[in-house]
């Protein structure tokens, strides 16, 4: 079996992404106590099934994916403990953020992604977490996130749900049991044929408009969701956005900030800049470039009425070898 298939079916690995970075962090098998182990060498070398495995470095497997790490990195910078808090993750993907602040102590995480069906089911299943997906974080309203929060933890149901699906009695009833029958039957409350066509017409008519999903519903909360609690401001903001500057972003953050609240961003510089000053394959490569960035972002939450507290290196290195920064802003009390 590939390497980094085994990791990922051996629950080493949460995604095939994660195992490949463990395979370069480090990667050995054998096939029984007292045999020399093997070093894997690349995503594609083959290891045996059951086979014992041994990672050389586990750090990438603390989190669902290596943002934790990232975010992990720079809550230590910022001295921010997140023990209790209310938080809202936006670019939740995978839930590598999600995962770190929950370890942390956070006690609920609304993550908020543009995507669909990205984040780990671990996290999808933890009741202190709120997954909207299809949201672009830069058209947030609170209104628009609590409304997309309630159809996360809801369902929808048929507002006629008690519809009788039981076909009616058969007319000619007393035909049954050898076609005996005396004076005395009663067929009145048989059902006449054409009644039973109309049945069958209406039961199939329903069945074509629940399959188009034209029929009338009503939102309500899970059974397992129904005590969930929304906040109607966040104590913390983080998040890890791709293909979109944080400057577009920031005005539609401030307002979901609780007062005194924190906002703790990843800042990628390839978002930041004009494409000219983007080397190939997506990667900034000009170290001078990098203040120009941080002004822009300082910039852009003051503007927004943000006080910075910090501007920290991100901890791990982006895809590629990108260099990441991570702004540390705060809402006035």
């Given at each position: ?11 080493h ?8 970075r ?8 054998r096939l029984?106590?007292?045999l020399?182990?093997?070093?894997v ?11 014992q ?11 669902l ?30 839930g ?14 609304v ?9 780990h ?16 974080a ?29 076909l009616?009695?058969?007319p ?6 050898g ?10 409350r048989?059902a ?10 209406e ?6 408009a629940?399959a ?19 906040p ?15 400057t ?39 170290a ?9 972002i ?5 503007q ?14 982006g ?15």
């Amino acid at each position: 079996m590939r390497a980094d298939v085994f990791l990922v079916e051996g629950g080493h690995a949460a995604t095939r992404s994660q195992a490949q970075r463990l395979i370069a962090a480090g990667v050995q098998w054998r096939l029984a106590e007292g045999l020399p182990w093997n070093k894997v060498a690349k995503n594609g070398d083959d290891i045996p099934r059951g086979a014992q495995l041994q990672l050389l470095d586990d750090s990438e497997t603390r989190y669902l994916s290596r943002g934790g790490l990232k975010l992990e990195g720079a809550l230590a910078a910022c001295g921010l403990q997140v023990t209790g808090l209310h938080c809202l993750d936006l670019g939740q993907s995978t839930g590598g953020f999600t995962d770190c602040l929950l370890q942390a102590g956070a006690a609920q995480v609304v993550g908020v992604d543009v995507g669909q069906g990205q984040l780990h089911d671990r996290l999808r299943q933890d009741v202190r977490v709120v997954a909207v997906e299809g949201l672009n974080a830069r058209h947030l309203t609170l209104d628009a996130l609590l409304d997309a929060c309630e159809e996360a933890l809801g369902e929808r149901v048929e507002l006629d749900p008690d519809d009788n699906d039981t076909l009616p009695e058969a007319p000619y009833a007393w035909m049954r049991n050898g076609g005996m029958v005396d004076d005395d039957y009663d067929d009145s409350r048989d059902a006449k044929e054409h009644e039973i066509e109309a049945f069958k017409a209406e039961r199939s008519a329903k069945a074509q408009a629940r399959a188009e999903g034209q029929l009338p519903t009503q939102r309500r909360r899970r059974a397992d969701r129904r005590e969930v609690q929304l906040p109607m401001a966040f104590d913390l903001v983080t998040g890890d956005l791709s293909f979109i500057s944080l400057t577009l972003v920031l005005p539609a953050l401030v307002p979901l900030l609780a007062p005194g609240g924190d906002l703790l961003m990843l800042v990628k510089p390839q978002f930041e800049l004009q494409p000219g000053q983007v080397g190939k394959g997506g990667i900034v490569r000009d170290a001078s470039l990098y203040p120009q960035v941080e002004q822009r972002i300082r910039s852009a939450c003051a503007q927004s009425g943000l006080q910075v507290v910090g501007w920290h290196d991100s901890a791990i290195v982006g895809g590629d070898g990108n260099r990441e920064f991570f702004i540390h802003a705060r809402r006035a009390a």
